[in-house]
């Protein structure tokens, strides 16, 4: 394994972040005295409806207090002009709203009359036909920070999307930007707003780190252009049988920490409320509320940038529900589970920050494709520019060497369900022993001071998606067949 510069660096240019971070923790009035106008009430009357017929248990919330529609589909929400949105929770068998940039909306400003009232009303249109089975893209870190790498967003993701989205049943399906769809140039949103159009299916956004304005020192001013453009950090929304939620759990100091915040706990346990016992509900967030990194570089604790610090109480809420929790940041790919929670970090559309055709644990740059059968998730890797068979890459001996003498598979989507197994000139020689390592195409693409070329500070990465195992001498055709628990079979084949 290769001690990664990288980890090391990013740990020394966060540490001014960290000591900042623990000047607040300590005295969080020290540093900011904000000061806020009073808080002035707001009663917000309206109506969801379908072509005038009012639909009836439609959650509705201003970020804080939540309500449910009437059975003629009316709520009245007493809110204040400190909230900034009033949205409304999706119901199942509904089509998802969009605005003309193709972005999901599901909310309202709220803007007060001279009386401190507001009326508003949500015009939803039935879909044809039933959404138990759908599908979610869950892209996350598209991550353009110039116009090139823009143009390369839509030259290259946008058409793969489209291709995918067209294979699949286009009214029951939708996509998710895990966060930092920007590189802190926020003037590109109106572009990506475009990609979305052009993908041709209704997008939700998160909430990441490069998304927050670099200037803002408050949490509160950190997400004022993602929402102007997005709407919402923080809602929900149901497709079939299952509720999916969207956190914003990047806390904004000037530099960042993973944190959900009070309002939001409050505002998630009280939507749940809603929920049914038992039934599977999915979280998108931007930084994992866990993962293990720390441990494939022997440290104890995960540093505060990369999980949430007070995950424990995210958990609590999510323990009487089926939950899986879906994430981006790290640009690489982990399968793991935490506090009760499946856990999914994706790999990234831009890979190693636009450096080339990998992220730096060998992932390729791509998103995945989430199918939702009643309650249940299955899911597959779709590499940008690639058939969906492509699930792993077969390194011969001699690519690790601290591992000279053995083949080498990496299998990105494996979690522990998956089996790997060895094939010898046709002959079947048993499953692959799973350890960490550093991706040897990352290895040759990435490591050294000069490498890549774009983007000098990215290194190969510890992974623990690498399987081994040695070859019987004569050996001169190997293949590696990966299955994975949905029944699908991939294989690939190295001459010797």
Known sequence: MISRRKFIRQAGASTAMLLFAEEIFADPYRIFKPVLEPARAIRIRGRVHENGKGIGRVTVSDGLSVVQTEPNGKFELISNNRQQFVQFSLPSGYEIPANPTGTASFYKPIQAGRRGEMQTEFSLKRMPDSDQEHYFLAMADPQTQNDEEMRKLHEQTVPDVQKTAAGLSPASIFGVSLGDIMFDNLQYFPRYEQAVKLMGIPCYQVLGNHDCEVEARTDEMASRTFMNHFGPNYYSFNRGEIHYVVLDDIFWFGGYIGYVDQEQLEWLKSDLSAVEKGKTVVVFIH??????????????????????????????????????????????????????????????????????????????????????????????????????????????????????????????????????????????????????????????LHYGPELPERRKWVDPVNTDHLFYAKLSPGTKKAMVEAADPWGNVYSEELSI
Do not use: F
């Open 287 to 444: 930084i994992p509320v866990y993962c293990e990194r720390h441990v494939r570089y022997d440290q104890k604790n995960p540093s505060r940038g990369v999980v949430i610090v007070n995950r424990e109480l995210l958990y609590k809420l999510l323990e009487p529900y089926k939950s899986t929790i879906i994430c981006g940041h790290m640009h690489e790919s982990e399968y793991l589970r935490d506090g009760g929670s499946d856990i999914h970090v994706c790999g990234a559309v831009c890979g190693a920050w636009w450096s080339g055709e990998i992220c730096y644990d060998g992932t390729p740059k791509g998103y995945s494709i989430y199918k939702a059968s009643g309650s249940d998730l299955s899911w597959q890797y779709k590499s940008t520019g690639k058939d969906i068979s492509h699930q792993m890459r077969v390194y011969p001996p001699g690519s690790d060497p601290e591992h000279p003498d053995e083949l080498i598979a990496n299998v990105w989507s494996a979690d522990p369900r998956w089996k790997i197994l060895l094939y010898e000139d046709g002959q079947r020689k048993g499953e692959m022993r799973r350890a960490l390592g550093t991706d040897p195409l990352s290895v040759k």
